[in-house]
């Protein structure tokens, strides 16, 4: 937890002020995420200029790995002198990745603990909504638990917590988006049929999303010795809506906003930086040659 409060501070400075000027948390969350793509669309323009480039290499690691494939040193020194010669730092396919999974930990940092990240409430502000929240149940003859209690954004959902929150001076965040209540889970509340709704559509957009890049991919492997990619994708495509499923099935409908909209804008991100790198390749020049060079050192070893 102390992980995602450690992400969820420096997003909550881009959050809050967009919450304060539009009162609303689920419009928010879609503002939030949108530039936070667009921030990082220079990561993923270098992340295809590698990806290109490894897939034009494709050739070339193939004869690299027949030529040393009883030698795993030599074959890491040669892979390594071929990156080096055009360029390539394998791990930067990866970057994009790395930076998504960092910003949903933020943002589940975020959803799960609006008093402390959207109302800026001290710990003992939070502790008071909580014991009201509380006092209120147990009037009413419900008995709440410390897990009930255990996540802000629900604690936030419960009655009592409104009048708390204004009587710390401040105002109540409005949790409403065009008419589903963010704070709660699916798992909770599968009789409401609003509550279904976000998290289903996160998942068509993850099986879209899917789809597309399968084709994109498929496209750029052409003749390029991609099988092992593609058989990557083709996996991705079962596992990604299955894991998102699965998590917001569990996890407040704020965070199935989030990830709705972060796989709309990165599908779209991603086929206008597919458009751009088909008009500004990244071809790797003597790919052929060096090719025929490692034939002929295998066929020199073959004689030797």
């Not at 002198?81 to 990866?94: A, E, H, R, V």
């Not at 499923?245 to 407040?252: E, G, H």
Request: aromatic fraction near 8%; proline fraction near 5%.
């Amino acid at each position: 937890m102390n992980f995602m409060y450690f992400l969820a501070d420096p997003l909550a400075l881009l959050i809050r002020p967009i919450y304060e000027a539009i009162q609303n948390y689920g419009w928010t969350l879609v503002i939030v995420t949108i530039l936070i793509n667009l921030l990082t669309i220079p990561l993923t323009i270098i992340s295809q200029k590698s990806t290109s480039k490894t897939q034009q290499l494709q050739p070339l690691i193939a004869e690299l790995q027949k030529k040393y494939k009883n030698d795993r040193e030599k074959l890491n020194t040669e892979m390594q002198k071929l990156y080096t010669k055009y360029d390539i730092n394998p791990m930067s396919g990866c970057l994009p990745m790395i930076v998504r999974l960092f910003i949903i930990f933020g943002f589940i940092g975020v959803v799960y603990n609006p008093l402390r990240y959207i109302l800026q409430l001290s710990a003992d502000q939070i502790q008071a909504v909580t014991d009201a929240v509380r006092s209120v149940a147990e009037t009413a003859g419900v008995q709440l638990g410390a897990r009930d209690l255990v996540y802000q954004v629900k604690v936030c959902g419960m009655a009592g917590a409104p009048e708390a929150i204004e009587a710390l001076g401040k105002t109540p965040i409005n949790f409403n988006f065009l008419g589903i209540d963010l704070t709660k889970m699916l798992r909770e509340n599968m009789g409401d049929f609003r509550v279904w709704i976000i998290p289903v559509l996160a998942v068509l957009a993850t099986v879209g999303s899917s789809f597309v890049t399968k084709k994109i991919m498929a496209r750029n492997n052409a003749g390029a010795g991609g099988d092992q990619a593609a058989a990557m994708n083709n996996s991705m495509i079962l596992m990604m809506p299955l894991m998102t499923a699965y998590f917001t099935f569990i996890m407040p409908v704020g965070m199935s906003l989030y990830w709705f909209t972060s796989t709309i804008v990165n599908v779209a991100q991603q086929m206008i930086v597919n458009i751009l790198m088909k008009k500004h390749p990244s071809d790797i020049p003597l790919t052929l040659n060096d090719s025929k060079k490692l034939k002929k050192e295998k066929e020199n070893d073959q004689k030797g």
